[in-house]
């Protein structure tokens, strides 16, 4: 099972590595779909990253918070096969369902299971907030928001916990 963890970590992390490397930090992990040239690549990461993830946080769950790291998947998957999201407006819909499928189920998963983990959301929150302060500089908060990355840095979150609340099970099986 910690070779399936491994690989799911390994492919998420790469990928978005490479992403960032080729062309800056994006505004989200759903936006380095406009920033690759080969568009499969997303697809294929969503899907092998939550399928090399979901046995693994089955194995590590509770029993009856296992229907949620499945929802988290569904929802991933459901990102990684429509990932168009400024596209038409079906696929647009499904990538965004898919999306809050993906927060909500897996924060709740991490609640369920591990939930001190959850205070990793602190970082992320005084990240924006020292950030908001300082800029101060663009034309609007709007702006200096953005400028932040919001979504980026609480997708990044969100991916951290899972994997720390994974690895924290596979840590106390031994």
């Not at 568009?39 to 990253?49: A, C, D, G, R």
């Not at 369902?97 to 998963?109: E, K, T």
């Not at 299971?113 to 302060?133: D, E, H, R, T």
Request: aromatic share 16%; hydrophobic share 55%; net charge positive.
């Amino acid at each position: 099972m910690t070779v399936l963890f491994l690989i799911s970590l390994f492919v998420i992390a790469v990928y978005i590595a490479v992403v960032i490397v080729k062309s800056g930090i994006p505004y989200s992990i759903s936006d380095t779909y406009y920033r690759i040239d080969r568009k499969k690549w997303f697809m294929f990461v969503m899907l092998v990253t939550g399928f090399s993830l979901l046995p693994v946080a089955l194995e590590v769950s509770s029993e009856s918070s296992q229907f949620l790291i499945f929802l988290t998947v569904v929802g991933l998957a459901m990102v990684g096969v429509s990932p168009n999201f400024k596209g038409e407006k079906s696929e647009r819909n499904t990538h965004y369902a898919g999306a809050i499928m993906l927060l909500v189920f897996s924060q709740l998963w991490v609640l369920f299971n591990f939930k001190w983990i959850l205070l990793l959301w602190v970082i992320y929150v005084v990240y924006i907030a020292c950030g908001l302060i300082k800029k101060k500089s663009g034309p609007s908060f709007y702006d200096d928001l953005v400028n932040l990355k919001p979504v980026f840095w609480a997708e990044i979150t969100l991916i951290i916990t899972t994997y720390v609340t994974v690895l924290v099970g596979l840590w106390r099986s031994i």
